[in-house]
């Protein structure tokens, strides 16, 4: 069992940044893929950014709307993952959540993920 609990949204102007986290408590975080997601008023939730599980060669994918603007990292220590997020653009805006796969196959799939956080809000204005 893992909870995952998001921080750092706020209000933003467009071609701020911001930094999101999710704090994970449970157990072997490590040995967990993890996720980011968003959801706009209206509209399906969305994939934007994964990270495989630590062990080996760690890799990332990004949705091509935030390719070079955000970056998704991950700090076993702390257990915590992150995504920082330049150049925000007010089609940023949304409900951002994150995810843990157990089966480290970095989706972009919602059902692929066992573990969702309850979401944390941005907001770009123009």
């Known amino acids: 069992q893992v909870q995952l609990v998001e921080s750092g949204g706020g209000l933003v102007q467009a071609g701020g940044s911001l930094r999101l986290s999710c704090a994970a408590s449970g157990r072997s975080f490590s040995s967990y893929a993890m996720g980011w997601f968003r959801q706009a008023p209206g509209k399906e939730r969305e994939f934007v950014a994964a990270i495989s599980r630590s062990g080996g060669r760690t890799y990332s994918y990004y949705a091509d709307s935030v390719k070079g603007r955000l970056t998704i990292s991950r700090d076993n220590a702390k257990n915590t993952v992150y995504l920082q997020m330049n150049s925000l653009k007010p089609e940023d805006t949304a409900v951002y959540y994150c995810?843990?796969?157990?089966?480290?196959?970095?989706?972009?799939?919602?059902?692929?993920?066992?573990?969702w956080g309850q979401g944390t809000q941005v907001t770009v204005s123009s």
């Open positions: 995810a843990a796969d157990s089966t480290n196959r970095v989706a972009t799939t919602t059902r692929t993920y066992d573990y």
